[in-house]
Every structure is written in structure tokens, then in C-alpha cells.
């Protein structure tokens, strides 16, 4: 009987378990999605007027919690995400999802806690004020979706909020800001769970007690205010001292482009949970008593420290002490002063800042010798000192940059020797840029492997390539960029086996290159848009393989011995500077049926032209200035000249055989939006 019992317990707990499978199945197909809210998200796909990308097309058929960018609770069958973010780095704003405004249909999505429509377009309408009401949004990013106006006050109503993100960029710009009315900030002190917040390009010089009511959120750790016209009295340290929690707890802040000037005020000091630190581009002249080192020292934790564009910042003295103290360690990994007024050597503390990665002192006034323990960084990736008064050498511990990706030393006063043990273990470099440092000089073997493959390499302007092109160079498949200007390179013709096949940029302009060009120079680059050969000493006539570039823009071989007649086939509507001045080209400048219509300047004095004004130039709308002086050209001046050419400054003409009507000039030139004087002065003579 007990057994019986026992037996027939456990047949009910079998089928107990097999009613709840049973359950738990029938369950998970009828939490698939709610009908109500799929037909919600029907009305919200259809507010859309452009979906170029195709992105809400799996929003059809009845399970809606399977649509691309929407997720439900799997319990309830509940929406309660919406992602529908654009990446907007990866592809323009015109290709977004695009409406008129933010339909309401989201009213009908009760449990939504996580809403992304950034980078979508909504055509310069307001947030609406009904977002206020979808109380358990946790997570609202609205950025960059080209939305103007006031704030709703509604959405201080989102107490569960944590994230909020409402930043503008700066191609938003255009329309209005937003400006909140005065006092009109006070909904943000609502938002009490809130640890993000990001309101960029929003005008807040009205905006009374701001950084009060921000910083007195009980939670706040991120905050982003670029653009946002603050000005010093948003951070005096009157409205600080009582909200101490969010001084010594905020780990983000991001105060790019605003009016903030003088001594970063010493409240900064005390922002002990800092990672990241966003000061550019405002008008900093100093960091308070004790300099930058000591602040990395105090902030141990700070891992980015951004002080660029503030153009004066080193003007103030202080800057100098931060010197006289070292920094133990600490975690920094990117230090940008570009384009400040440091006026100093660069400071030894910076070895101790073992992990970082990046030094960007690009335009800073710095001067003396580049330190030798900089070769101690072994994290370094990315290290610009251009343009500066840096003189010595560079320190033969740069060889141990293992990580190093970008070397810019240019334009400075650098001298000495590179040779292939200075790069032998660089590995990582893609981008190195020695330019304009006339007593530096590369004495590399023509059969040099080098470890690395260069996207960029800019040598112009050092000292002496002499009678060849550098042979290492064949091993550099991937090179993007290559300038070589004004190095005294001597060499009786450009390499055939000079063939970077992704090569977009080449300058070897002020040099001794002679012969003609080769005649598969097209198929050699075929990608090529910018090609400055100018001042050398070319010869021959324009190859046909030129014709393959399709999308060249810059095209200068002016001073060469060039000659011939041109082909049109590589005028195109991308190019917008023409130079071919001071060579033999002659004929009849080429016509084709592309439009010129971005060219901006077109060269073609001192050489034997003949025929009419460029027809190939009449709707060439962009034009500013178009040079034939010391040609053949004849015939009259063609009235499109005067009616479509709006944007031309420059018109010179001299020493040709035109038939200039005075007649002409007073019925055509009407457009010019400016005639200037040049036109007239050097028109007719
Ligand atoms: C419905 O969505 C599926 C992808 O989930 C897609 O393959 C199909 O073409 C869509 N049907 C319609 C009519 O848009
Ligand atoms: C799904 O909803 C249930 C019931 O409301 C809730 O307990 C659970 O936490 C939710 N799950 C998620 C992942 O939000
Ligand atoms: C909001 O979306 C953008 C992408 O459009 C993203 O870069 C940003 O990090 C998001 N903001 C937050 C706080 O998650
Ligand atoms: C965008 O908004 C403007 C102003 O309301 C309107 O004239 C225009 O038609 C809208 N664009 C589209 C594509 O609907
Ligand atoms: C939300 O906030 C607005 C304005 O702050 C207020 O008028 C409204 O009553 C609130 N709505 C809810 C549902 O709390
Ligand atoms: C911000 O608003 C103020 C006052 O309305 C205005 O004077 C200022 O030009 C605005 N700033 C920007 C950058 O739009
Ligand atoms: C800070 O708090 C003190 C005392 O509570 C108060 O008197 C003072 O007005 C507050 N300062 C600011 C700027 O709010
Ligand atoms: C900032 O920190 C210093 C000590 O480092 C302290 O004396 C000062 O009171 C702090 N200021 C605020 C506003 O917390
Ligand atoms: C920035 O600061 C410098 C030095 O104090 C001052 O000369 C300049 O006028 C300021 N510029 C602006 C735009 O405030
Ligand atoms: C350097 O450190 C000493 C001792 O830690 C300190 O007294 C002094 O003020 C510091 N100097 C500067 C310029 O920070
Ligand atoms: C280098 O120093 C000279 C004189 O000290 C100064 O005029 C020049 O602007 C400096 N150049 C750079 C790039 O900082
Ligand atoms: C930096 O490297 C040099 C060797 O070039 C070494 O003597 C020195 O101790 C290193 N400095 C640190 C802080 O590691």
C-alpha cells in the first residue's frame, strides 16, 4: 500500500512536470508578442517617410519581438527595447530613417525601458511632450536626430531614467539651437536615477543655477556639455561646494567648445573619480597651482586628459611649476595639448605615465631636445609633436615604440641620420610623417625590408634623396599618401616599378625628376586623385593610361618641359585645381562632356594653347580663378562667361589674341557677385 502510494505520488509529480512543460511551451508561444503592440509598431514604421536602408523591412508577419531592433521581455512578450540606432560615423545622415516627427504609437508600448533613435532624422521637429509619460524608460538616446526646440519639462517624469542622451552635433547646427528658456532646467533635477547625461549643442548661457541642478543628482557620473556657451560663472565655486558627492563621484565630463577662460578653477582638483577629462576648445591660460602633473597625480584614475585648442593655455605662468614635481605612474593613456601655448621643453614626467597611449602635442610651442625616455613608453601608439621648435635628434630609444602606429615630427628644427635600425622593430607604424626638417636625412640600403606597411609617409622638405627614388618604398603595398617634395631627388624618370595600387596622394613637386612620365602611370596608381608634380623637370607629352583617373581633383604639373596636346578624358566633376602653366602643352584646350562643376582654379599660362575660351569650362559654376595669360586663345569673350561663371574673382588674360568686346563687360559681368579689380585691370591688355 505504501509502495502503491509512493508509486502513484510519483506518477503525479511526472505529470505535474509534464503539465508545466506543457505550460511553460504553450506559454512561450503566446509570449511571442502582443497583438496591440505589434500593430503600435506597424503605426510607428509607417510614420517613416524614407527608409533608404531597408532597416524597419523585417517588420512584418506576427512576431514582432523578432523585428530587427526590437526585443521583448521573454516571459511577458512585452516590448521593451527599441534600438533602432544609426551609427552616424558609419554612413551620411541622408541615408537615415527619416520623419516628420516621433509618432505616439510608443504611448501604446506600456513596458519600453530602452529607446535609441539616434542618428535618425526627424526634420527639425520637437522631442514630444508624451515621451514624458513612458515611465519605466531607463535608457532614452535621442542624439543627433536633428530635433530642435524647448525640452519638454514632461520628461523630469522619467524617474526610472538613467541614461539620458540628447547631445547635437555639429551638423545640427544650422537650425536654431536649442535654447531652453530661463530657469527652464529645473525638470533635470527630477531625474533622480540618472548617471548619464549628455545635452551637447544645447544653448545654456540663459539657463540660471545649471551646474547646480545638475550636480545635484544623487547618481550622475557622466556628463557631456560640448557647445553649450557655459561660461565661467557656471563652475564659480559657490554653486559647487554644496554638491561635494557629485564632485568627488563624476567619473566623464566633457566641456569641449565652450567660454570657459583664465585658470581651470581649482574645483577640478577635487574630481578624484575622474577617467575622462574634455577641456578643448575653450580659452583655458592655465591649470591651477602645481601644473598638470600634479593633477594626474591626484587623479590617478584619469585615463583621458584633454586640454587642446585652448590657443593661450601656457600664457600664464603656472604651467612652468608643474614641472619642478614628478608624477608617480598613474593610468593616463591620452594627453592632448595640441595647439596650446605650452612654451616649454617636454617634461621627463611623462615617462612615469606608463600606460600611455597617446601624446598629442601638435602646434604647442614646445621647444629643446625630445627626450630620450619617451622611448621608455611601451604602450605608445600615437605620437605627434608637429609643428614646433623641437631641435636634436630623434632619440634612438624610439626603436622600442613596439605598439607605435603614428610618428609626426614635422616641422620642426630635427637633425641627425635615420637609418633602417632607427624603425627595425616598428611593427605598428602605418602613418610617419618627418616632413620639413631640413637637417634630417634617411640613409636606408636600396634592398631595406622594412618591418611595417605605411599608409602615410611624408619626407617633404628633409634633407636630400640625391639620384634615387628610395627603393623600399616596392616593398610599401598599402601606401595611401606619399610626398617626397623638395628632397633634391634627381632621378632620370618616375619608377615603373613604383606601383601602389590604393595610392591616392602623390607629391614629388620641386625636384629634379626628369624623362618623360611613364606611360602606364594610370595603371600604376590607378586610384590616384591628387598628384602634384610641379617644378621638376618633365618632359614628353601626357600619357593616355592618365585616363584612368577618374576621381582626380588636384592635377598640378605646372613648370615642367611638358608638351603635346591634352585629352579631356581626365576632366571630371571632382577636379577643382588645374595647373599645367609654364610648360609646351599646345591645340585646342580638350573639351569633354562632364561637367567642371567643383573646379575652383584653373592654370594654363605660358603655354601654346589656341582656339577659344575653354568651352568645357561654361558651367563651371565653382570657378574662381582661371589663368590664360601667354597663350594663343582667340575669338571673342563668350557671354557664359559672364552669365554662368558666378564665383569668379580672377579672370586673366593677357598676351592672347582675343577679341575683346568692351561691349561685353558691361552686359555680362552683372552676375559677378564681386568684380574685382584684377578682372579688369589685367583683362584687356
Ligand atoms: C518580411 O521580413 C522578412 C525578413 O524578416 C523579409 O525577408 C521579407 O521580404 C519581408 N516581407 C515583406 C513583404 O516585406
Ligand atoms: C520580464 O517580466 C517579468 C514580469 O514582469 C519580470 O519579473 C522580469 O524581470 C522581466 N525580465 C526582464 C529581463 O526584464
Ligand atoms: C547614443 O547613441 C550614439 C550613437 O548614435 C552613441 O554614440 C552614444 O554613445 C549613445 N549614448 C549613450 C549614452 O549610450
Ligand atoms: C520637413 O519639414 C519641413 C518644414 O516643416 C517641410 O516643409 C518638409 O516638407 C519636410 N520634409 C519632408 C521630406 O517631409
Ligand atoms: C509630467 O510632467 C508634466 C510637466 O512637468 C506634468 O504637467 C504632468 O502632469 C506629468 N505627467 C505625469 C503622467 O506625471
Ligand atoms: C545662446 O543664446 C544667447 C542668448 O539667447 C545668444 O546671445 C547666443 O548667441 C547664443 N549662442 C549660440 C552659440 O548660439
Ligand atoms: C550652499 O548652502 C548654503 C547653506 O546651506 C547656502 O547658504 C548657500 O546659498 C548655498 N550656495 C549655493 C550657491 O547654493
Ligand atoms: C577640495 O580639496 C581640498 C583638499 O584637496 C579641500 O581643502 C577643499 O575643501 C576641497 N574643496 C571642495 C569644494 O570640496
Ligand atoms: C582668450 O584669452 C586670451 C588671453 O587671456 C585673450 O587675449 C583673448 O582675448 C581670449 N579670447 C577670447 C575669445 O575670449
Ligand atoms: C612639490 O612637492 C612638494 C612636496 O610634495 C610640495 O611641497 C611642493 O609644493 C610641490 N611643488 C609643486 C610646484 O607642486
Ligand atoms: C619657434 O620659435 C620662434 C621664436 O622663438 C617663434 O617665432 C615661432 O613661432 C616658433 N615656431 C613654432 C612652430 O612654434
Ligand atoms: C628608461 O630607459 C632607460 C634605458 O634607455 C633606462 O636606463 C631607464 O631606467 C628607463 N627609465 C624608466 C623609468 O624605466
Known amino acids: 500500500m505504501r509502495k502503491l502510494v509512493s508509486n502513484e505520488s510519483s506518477v503525479v509529480v511526472l505529470w505535474m512536470m509534464m503539465l508545466l512543460l506543457l505550460l511553460q511551451f504553450c506559454f512561450s508561444i503566446t509570449a511571442a508578442c502582443i497583438q496591440k503592440e505589434r500593430e503600435a509598431l506597424l503605426r510607428f514604421k509607417n510614420s517613416f517617410y524614407e527608409d533608404p536602408f531597408h532597416r524597419l523591412a523585417s517588420w512584418n508577419g506576427t512576431d514582432c519581438c523578432n523585428w530587427n531592433g526590437v526585443g521583448c521581455n521573454q516571459t511577458t512578450g512585452y516590448v521593451t527595447i527599441i534600438d533602432l540606432r544609426q551609427d552616424y560615423n558609419q554612413v551620411d545622415s541622408y541615408e537615415s530613417l527619416s520623419s516628420n516627427f516621433i509618432d505616439s504609437s510608443l504611448l501604446e508600448l506600456k513596458y519600453l525601458n530602452h529607446l535609441d533613435l539616434s542618428g ?39 524617474s526610472k ?13 544650422d537650425a536654431t539651437r536649442w535654447v531652453p528658456l530661463n530657469g527652464d532646467i529645473e525638470w533635470i533635477s527630477h531625474l533622480s536615477s540618472l548617471h548619464t547625461l549628455h545635452l551637447s549643442g544645447m544653448n545654456f548661457s540663459n539657463a540660471i543655477n545649471l551646474m547646480q541642478v545638475i550636480s545635484s543628482l ?4 557622466s556628463l557631456r556639455l560640448r557647445s553649450c556657451s557655459l561660461q565661467n560663472n557656471d563652475f564659480s565655486l559657490g554653486s559647487w561646494l554644496n554638491y561635494s558627492s557629485f564632485i568627488s563621484r563624476v567619473q566623464l565630463l566633457d566641456l569641449h567648445d565652450n567660454q570657459l577662460s583664465g585658470q581651470i578653477p581649482t574645483i577640478f582638483q577635487n574630481m578624484t573619480s575622474l577617467k575622462y577629462l574634455d577641456l578643448s576648445l575653450n580659452n583655458f591660460t592655465a591649470i591651477f597651482e602645481g601644473g598638470i602633473s600634479t593633477f594626474i597625480e591626484n ?4 585615463k583621458v586628459l584633454d586640454l587642446s585648442l585652448n590657443f593661450y593655455f601656457g600664457t600664464d605662468d603656472v604651467f612652468e611649476s608643474s614641472y619642478e614635481n614628478e608624477t608617480m605612474g598613474c593610468d593616463l593613456q591620452v594627453l ?3 595647439y596650446t601655448s605650452l612654451k616649454t621643453k617636454i617634461p621627463n614626467w611623462l615617462e612615469k605615465l606608463k600606460n600611455l597611449q597617446t601624446i598629442d602635442l601638435q602646434s604647442s610651442q614646445i621647444y629643446g631636445l625630445i627626450p630620450t625616455s619617451l622611448g621608455n613608453l611601451s604602450n605608445l601608439k600615437y605620437l605627434d609633436l608637429s609643428i614646433n621648435n623641437l631641435t636634436g635628434t630623434i632619440p634612438a630609444s624610439f626603436e622600442r615604440l613596439l605598439n607605435l602606429e603614428v610618428l609626426d615630427v614635422s616641422e620642426n628644427s630635427l637633425k641627425g641620420v635615420l637609418t633602417e635600425a632607427s624603425f627595425a622593430n616598428l611593427y605598428r607604424l602605418h602613418t610617419l610623417n618627418l616632413g620639413y626638417n631640413e637637417n634630417l636625412s634617411l640613409e636606408i640600403k636600396a634592398n631595406w625590408n622594412p618591418p611595417f606597411q605605411l599608409l602615410f609617409f611624408d619626407a617633404s622638405r628633409i ?14 603595398k598599402a601606401l595611401v599618401g606619399l610626398s617626397l617634395s623638395n628632397t633634391n631627388l634627381s632621378i632620370s624618370s618616375i619608377p615603373t616599378w613604383f606601383t601602389p595600387q590604393n595610392l591616392i596622394t602623390l607629391n614629388l613637386s620641386n625636384n629634379q625628376i626628369m624623362g618623360p612620365l611613364p606611360t602606364n602611370i594610370g595603371d600604376q596608381m590607378p586610384k590616384l586623385q591628387r598628384l602634384r608634380l610641379n617644378d621638376n623637370l618633365i618632359d614628353g607629352s601626357l600619357p593616355r593610361s592618365i585616363c584612368r583617373w577618374k576621381n582626380l581633383n588636384v592635377l598640378n604639373l605646372s613648370n615642367n618641359r611638358l608638351s603635346g596636346m591634352i585629352e579631356g578624358c581626365f576632366l571630371n566633376p571632382n577636379l577643382y585645381l588645374l595647373d599645367l602653366s609654364s610648360n609646351n602643352f599646345s591645340g585646342i584646350f580638350p573639351y569633354s562632356h562632364e561637367n567642371l562643376s567643383y573646379i575652383e582654379q584653373v592654370y594654363l599660362r605660358n603655354n601654346n594653347f589656341e582656339g577659344s575660351m575653354p568651352i568645357v569650362l561654361k558651367n563651371a559654376k565653382s570657378l574662381e580663378i582661371l589663368d590664360l595669360t601667354g597663350n594663343k586663345f582667340s575669338g571673342t569673350i563668350p557671354t557664359w562667361v559672364g552669365e554662368n561663371l558666378e564665383s569668379l574673382q580672377f579672370l586673366i588674360l593677357r598676351d592672347n589674341l582675343f577679341n575683346i568686346n568692351c561691349k561685353f563687360w558691361i552686359l555680362h559681368t552683372t552676375n559677378w ?8 585691370a589685367t583683362s584687356t591688355e
Do not use: A
Request: glycine share 6%; charged share 15%.
Open 218 to 221: 544623487p547618481s550622475l557620473s
Open 161 to 173: 531614467l538613467e541614461i539620458l542622451d540628447l547631445d547635437r552635433d555639429y551638423y545640427e547646427f
Open 463 to 476: 634633407c636630400c634623396f640625391g639620384s634615387e627614388f628610395p627603393q623600399w618604398l616596392q616593398t610599401q
Open 336 to 338: 592632448n595639448l595640441r
Open 299 to 302: 587623479n590617478c584614475g584619469l
Open 673 to 680: 557677385k564681386e568684380v574685382s579689380p584684377q578682372i579688369l
Open 120 to 158: 535618425n532624422y526627424f526634420n527639425h521637429t520637437q522631442i514630444p511632450n508624451f515621451l514624458g509619460s513612458m515611465l519605466e524608460l531607463t535608457y532614452l538616446n535621442l542624439s543627433r536626430t536633428s530635433l530642435i526646440g524647448k525640452i519638454p519639462p514632461h520628461l523630469g517624469n522619467l
